[in-house]
């Protein structure tokens, strides 16, 4: 009777060890792929039941998976000497997009080469993080006064130039990856308490001159949806509607009304969280969140196990970032923060944004894989 347990517990421990070989840590790839499942499931119902769409964005989960891969063979010390590089050549597409790049939507966010349109802000969200933990790597921690401004002005440029295309989503997400890695580094609690002061201070300058109208008005629907309940509160009513009416355990799946009489927008996209809600209730909902707890305190496991200042710096902030997303997201669907056109990480239709993430996961794989190396 205890062969089988035996034959069991030898390729559990062969399949590890494949995993282990290939720069894998097998914890976070099966939590990524828990999680993937799971976003194709409800894509099938939020996306009308169309296998197409699910087929779409499995090829796509299938691009992002080989990015993490592909990124996860680069040895930490490559990516450390790259880091500067890829930093400025980062920073020189976006000042090519605000001078030369495709307009969509009243926003003037791609690059056309041609062979492929991208968003060079994409990209910014891994580069960020990268030049701030290859600059704070090699400086005395915690950090001091003049390193800390050397480091806003890192985050600031990046953040400055996507939120004039303008993409205050994408902004957000890359002032935060760069904000992480000071945070990480010691950042001194006079410090964090006076950036806190002077970002409060800022909002009426934000307001009067950077905010477009839209924006505004977006900052100002969160404070009442009801005072345009047909137009700019749409989204949010329907969405806390969604979400309340799906109850404890929710109305199964493939049965919401909101999302399934199309009184949801956005509801593959944006506000898919809405649609989970409200077919699994609040009690899928916490599973859900359990699921991307999971990933995000795997990563700061890899963080704190990293070897150097380098390592555990960029792949704490990889996971807070992560975090952030997931945030923001849910966020705005439940009506606290303003919509800002943040995916649900992994689980949102679409692409750019899922194939940066795996690529980041890459990275924390790396991480973790030098970790291994050196213990050998």
Do not use: C
């Not at 205890?2 to 995993?19: M, N, Q, V």
């Not at 199309?262 to 809405?274: G, K, V």
């Not at 949102?348 to 690529?359: E, F």
Request: net charge positive.
């Amino acid at each position: 009777m205890a062969k089988p347990g035996l034959f069991e517990s030898e390729y559990h421990s062969r399949t590890a060890s494949i995993l282990r070989g290939m720069h894998l840590d097998p914890l976070l790839l099966v939590g990524l792929l828990l999680l993937t499942a799971a976003g194709l499931g409800i894509l099938y119902s939020a996306g009308d039941q169309s296998l197409a769409l699910v087929q779409k964005q499995g090829i796509r989960l299938g691009l992002a998976f080989l990015m993490m891969l592909l990124v996860a063979q680069i040895p930490q010390h490559q990516l450390y000497l790259w880091t500067p590089w890829v930093y400025g050549f980062g920073i020189v597409l976006l000042l090519l997009v605000m001078i030369a790049g495709d307009v969509g939507k009243g926003a003037q966010r791609w690059l056309d080469l041609y062979v492929i349109r991208f968003q060079p802000s994409e990209m910014m969200k891994l580069l960020t993080p990268m030049m701030l933990a290859w600059f704070l790597s090699e400086k005395p921690m915690p950090p001091r006064f003049p390193t800390l401004m050397m480091a806003a002005a890192l985050i600031l440029a990046p953040t400055l130039l996507i939120a004039r295309q303008p993409d205050l989503g994408t902004a957000l997400l890359v002032a935060s990856a760069g904000f992480f890695v000071v945070f990480l580094a010691g950042l001194p609690w006079k410090a964090l308490f006076g950036t806190l002061f002077v970002a409060l201070g800022s909002i009426p300058v934000l307001w009067r001159f950077f905010m477009h109208d839209y924006q505004k008005q977006r900052v100002l629907t969160l404070l009442n949806p009801e005072s345009d309940p047909l137009g700019s509160g749409y989204h949010i009513i329907q969405s806390k509607i969604a979400i309340g009416s799906g109850g404890l355990f929710g109305k199964g799946w493939l049965n919401g009304t909101q999302s399934q009489l199309d009184f949801l927008p956005e509801r593959s996209t944006d506000f898919i969280y809405a649609v989970f809600a409200e077919e699994f209730g609040i009690m899928g909902a916490i599973v859900l969140l359990a699921l991307y707890a999971f990933i995000i305190l795997r990563g700061l496991v890899i963080a704190t196990r990293a070897q150097d200042a380098y390592g555990r710096l960029l792949a704490g902030s990889l996971s807070l970032t992560f975090f952030v997303y997931l945030f923001v997201n849910v966020g705005m669907v439940s009506g606290i923060l303003p919509v800002v056109g943040v995916p649900l990480p992994l689980v949102s239709y679409g692409g750019t944004s899922m194939v940066t993430l795996m690529a980041g996961f890459g990275m924390l794989m790396s991480i973790n894989a030098n970790k291994r190396l050196l213990v050998r």
